[in-house]
T-cell receptor, first 115, second 114 residues
Framework: GESVGLHLPTLSVQEGDNSIINCAYSNSASDYFIWYKQESGKGPQFIIDIRSNMDKRQGQRVTVLLNKTVKHLSLQIAATQPGDSAVYFCAENSAGGTSYGKLTFGQGTILTVHP | DAGVTQSPTHLIKTRGQQVTLRCSPISGHKSVSWYQQVLGQGPQFIFQ???????GRGNFPDRFSARQFPNYSSELNVNALLLGDSALYLC?????????????FGPGTRLLVL
């Protein structure tokens, strides 16, 4: 069945370092991927997305890389700040067989940034 | 502009009771989706509604139902509550509910079933 998983459940970094959060997906029909950030007591906050016809997309301090060959997604955060501490989820939205948006989330990675 | 809003923020119920959760989408968005997030896990898809019609349903029992109103707001109803229904219920909106559209989430309603 469809699943999206994360390799590392926790990640601790020092302020100013770059962070990399990884994600594996299993549905080769997935063509849209999203990274969300969730802080304690809040709903998921959109960070960045990428379509399957792209390998890389950059935002402000964040970059998402997509490797369709090995079905791997990563989120890179440059110059990580304490405010980046949160749980990060990758999600896939497969259009295979349907046209509506149904997100499948991974378990999440806890990012802790130490001052 | 206001984001997705949900009410109430917290709710405590007992087993067997019924609960109604409410969601207002971002202005201009016509699609609302509901997700359940159990502690320590990622959100799981429950329903998607677009233009008052159910477009998709996740693997949840018939105790879960929802509806969407002409103003695109939505309600999620859960009957005969079980302890395992305790979770954060998230609402997300998107313009047309399509597979390649970003879904924007509200703050959620935290439900505790005793």
């Amino acid at each position: 069945g469809e699943s999206v998983g994360l390799h590392l459940p926790t990640l601790s970094v020092q302020e100013g370092d770059n962070s990399i959060i990884n994600c594996a997906y299993s549905n080769s029909a997935s063509d849209y991927f999203i990274w969300y950030k969730q802080e304690s007591g809040k709903g998921p906050q959109f960070i960045i997305d990428i379509r399957s016809n792209m390998d890389k997309r950059q935002g402000q301090r964040v970059t998402v890389l997509l490797n369709k060959t090995v079905k791997h997604l990563s989120l890179q955060i440059a110059a990580t700040q304490p405010g980046d501490s949160a749980v990060y989820f990758c999600a896939e939205n497969s259009a295979g067989g349907t046209s509506y948006g149904k997100l499948t989330f991974g378990q999440g990675t806890i990012l802790t940034v130490h001052p | 502009d206001a984001g997705v809003t949900q009410s109430p923020t917290h709710l405590i119920k007992t087993r067997g009771q019924q609960v109604t959760l409410r969601c207002s989408p971002i202005s201009g968005h016509k699609s609302v989706s509901w997700y359940q997030q159990v502690l320590g896990q990622g959100p799981q898809f429950i329903f998607q509604y677009y233009e008052k019609e159910e477009r998709g349903r996740g693997n949840f029992p018939d105790r879960f139902s929802a509806r969407q109103f002409p103003n695109y707001s939505s309600e999620l109803n859960v009957n005969a509550l079980l302890l395992g229904d305790s979770a954060l219920y998230l609402c997300a909106s998107s313009p047309g509910g399509l597979a390649w559209e970003t879904q924007y989430f509200g703050p959620g309603t935290r439900l505790l079933v005793l």
